[in-house]
């Protein structure tokens, strides 16, 4: 199994960003996926997680801002962030839910 994110960086508060997760050695179509994030000194942290079915569901601090999406054909999930704030200044997680099964992450940092 291998989760590799894509797409993080430096932004200005307001901008937006597109994560990619590129995933594969298992039968992704058939697997819930979703992302989290760490900021420093803190613990990782549920951002969105999206079914097999394509059914999304968003952490409250997100909800409205980030979309979750999932092309089973390219064995991809995305993140789209909109209305990017400084707090959510993060590294960001790939994760093929229940599973032990993360990417390496990628380094988010919304500027004021």
């Known amino acids: 199994v291998q989760l590799v994110e894509f797409g993080g960086g430096l932004v200005q508060a307001g901008g937006f960003l597109r994560l990619s997760c590129a995933a594969s050695?298992?039968?992704?179509?058939?697997?819930?996926m979703g992302w989290y994030r760490q900021a420093p000194g803190k613990q990782r942290e549920f951002v969105a997680s999206?079914?097999?079915?394509?059914?999304?569901n968003y952490a409250d601090s997100v909800k409205g801002r980030f979309t979750i999406s999932r092309d089973n054909a390219r064995r991809t999930m995305y993140l789209q962030m909109n209305s990017l704030k400084p707090e959510d200044t993060a590294v960001y997680y790939c994760?093929?839910?229940?599973?032990?099964?993360w990417g390496q992450g990628t380094q988010v940092t919304v500027s004021s």
């Open positions: 999206i079914a097999s079915s394509g059914s999304a």
């Open positions: 050695g298992f039968i992704f179509k058939f697997n819930a």
């Open positions: 994760s093929r839910l229940n599973t032990s099964a």
